[in-house]
């Protein structure tokens, strides 16, 4: 099992940035891929950005290129997303999410663990 806690969600204006956190723990995650998905009310969950632990390789959403930063913290088995520029329309519940066989970057039902999520709200 893993267990998936993210962090640093909130109210921001347009423009501003969030650094938002997802601290993994049990079981190791150093063969998975960590995914950074978000809902908005009425809309289906989307991906926003994820990365292969081993490795590091990134995808981002074109809603977030150019955006954001998803990275990773080997020691501190902690993935970030850092969101600049951020937009009303990027208000959403944040989801991290873990996948052991990851055959899609966006494909929600290959990850296998899933995080409480974190309230992110931007007002224009």
Request: glycine share 12%.
């Amino acid at each position: 099992q893993v267990q998936l806690v993210e962090s640093g969600g909130g109210l921001v204006q347009a423009g501003g940035s969030l650094r938002l956190s997802c601290a993994a723990s049990g079981r190791t995650v150093s063969n998975y891929v960590m995914g950074w998905f978000r809902q908005a009310p009425g809309k289906e969950r989307e991906i926003a950005a994820a990365i292969n632990w081993n490795g590091g390789a990134t995808y981002y959403a074109d809603s977030m290129k150019g955006r954001c930063t998803i990275s990773r913290d080997i020691a501190k088995n902690t993935v970030y997303l850092q969101m600049n520029g951020l937009k009303p329309e990027d208000t959403a519940v944040y989801y991290c999410a873990a996948g052991a066989s990851v055959t899609r970057w966006g494909r929600s039902p290959d990850y296998d663990y899933w995080g409480q999520g974190t309230q992110v709200t931007v007002s224009s």
